[in-house]
């Protein structure tokens, strides 16, 4: 995909639902006695991932444009799949599901994508096996084969914060006989926390831990899901690093879990206001964000678990700040849909950025200009999306290799933005 250079970005934005608690939404919906009815479903291809895996055990569930209707039997009813279940491009599809399926008494063998099939899901597996799950994996990656029935609580003790191994394990308690603990070194997103009392389980929880008692049974809810605030992040960004900028963006979901990086781009100097107006089940507001002089500085590797998807958007305000912008304690990119400090540094760098890769982050010197020229999305949505916000602020055309791989999150990111540009 060929990108132009925009004079700015413009508009009042609502955006498709957030992907993770879509994916919550409905599997939680499956999971309960009852009809649940989820408005505002994400359009993301993860989220239909989850949709088409549902289905294939056996769920009865119809979406009619971005409303999904669940029709929930309890796990009971959930039937052994005709073939492997395919998660697509989407961890978290994989990741909860094994959860859920940890308790059922057939076998399942869950797979994905080439880039799926690369990530680790020994960190589910380990603490599903411990609570007495049959978790196959193949050599710590997809195809994983999962299943088993009966299974016994845990306190468990995550080495990384993961939302997704958290939210299986406490899936897996949900049908443990017993208590399940699961306390993680740093907060990650807690929709599962907040949506699961929605569902009528409740989960006690005190500082990281999170606890859930076996044998609950969840009930059909209705849940309205707000914007996805990681796809805000990229418009965010254009509108900052371009001139003459403002946008509007409503109903979005404002976690702290998930919007830090509004706090990191306000520390560079950006102007971004972030207006909650509702809190329960989840915070959701507006976000204005327009034209700002940035400046670099040093994200608090304590904050990043709750910037970790924003990496790829924050790296490209990085190269448009002055002074230098340093991101550490953020290893777990590189084993996201690709190695996204490895992609990062790689498109910004053939932009003309000036970055550095650290092990476990990045160091940027912003300031440099930009010029078009062929980049690589790595198959990754958001790197994809990242390099298209560079290239908008870049002089010059950019060639994107793969920006496609935007539908995985944002089928239309490249739509907002063109309209966002006026040549939409
Ligand atoms: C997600 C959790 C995060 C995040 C991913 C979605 C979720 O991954 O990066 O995009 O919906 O639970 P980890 O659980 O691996 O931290």
Redesign the pocket.
């Known amino acids: 995909m060929r990108i132009e250079p925009a004079p700015s970005v413009r508009g009042r934005f609502r955006l498709p639902g957030d992907?993770?608690i879509s994916?919550?939404a409905a599997l939680f919906g499956a999971l309960a006695q009852g009809p649940t009815r989820i408005q505002n479903y994400s359009s993301a291809a993860d989220c239909a991932s989850t949709l088409e895996c549902l289905r294939a055990l056996g769920v009865s569930l119809d979406r009619r444009g971005d409303e999904v209707s669940v029709n929930g039997r309890g796990p009971d009813s959930w039937t052994r799949p005709e073939g492997v279940l395919d998660a697509g491009n989407s961890?978290?599809t994989l990741?909860?599901l094994a959860g859920a399926l940890a308790g059922r008494p057939f076998q399942t063998v869950l797979t994905g994508d080439e880039s799926l099939r690369r990530r680790p899901v020994e960190r589910v597996a380990a603490p599903l096996r411990t609570m007495g799950a049959t978790a196959l994996t193949t050599d710590g990656k997809p195809p994983l084969t999962i299943g088993g029935g009966r299974l016994r609580g845990i306190e468990c003790e995550l080495p990384?914060?993961?939302?997704?191994?958290?939210?299986a394990v406490l899936l897996a308690g949900l049908q443990a006989e017993g208590t399940t603990t699961v306390r993680e070194p740093a907060p990650?997103?807690d929709?599962t926390e907040r949506m699961l009392p929605v569902f009528g389980v409740p989960v006690e929880r005190h500082g990281l831990a999170a606890t859930v008692h076996g044998g609950a049974s969840l009930r059909g809810a209705e849940i309205t899901v707000p914007g996805d605030v990681?796809s805000a992040a990229f418009l965010v960004v254009a509108a900052l690093v371009l001139p003459d900028s403002e946008i509007h963006l409503d109903g979005v979901l404002l976690s702290p879990t998930r919007a830090a990086f509004t706090e990191v781009l306000q520390a560079m100097g950006g102007d971004v206001e972030v207006r909650l107006e509702t809190a329960d089940p989840e915070p959701v507001g507006s976000i204005v964000a327009r034209s700002s002089p940035l400046h670099g500085t040093t994200v608090d590797p304590a904050r990043v678990?709750a910037l970790?998807?924003e990496v790829p958007a924050l790296a490209v305000a990085a190269s448009f700040a002055e002074g230098t912008f340093t991101l550490t304690g953020a290893k777990?990119l590189r084993v996201?849909e690709s190695d996204r400090i490895a992609a990062m540094a790689e498109g910004l760098g053939r932009l003309g950025g000036r970055v550095r890769e650290l092990p476990d982050g990045l160091v940027i010197e912003g300031g440099a200009s930009l010029q078009g020229a062929p980049v690589r999305s790595h198959g990754d949505h958001r790197v994809a999306m990242a390099l298209a916000v560079a290239a908008l602020a870049a002089e010059g055309p950019t060639e994107i290799e793969g920006a496609e791989c935007a539908t995985v999150s944002f089928p239309e990111f490249y739509d907002f933005l063109d309209r966002g540009a006026g040549r939409g």
Request: proline residues 0%; glycine residues 4%; hydrophobic residues 30%.
């Open positions: 992907k993770s994916h919550r961890g978290t990741r909860l990384v914060a993961s939302a997704q191994v958290k939210t990650s997103r929709h990681s678990a970790i998807d777990e996201k």
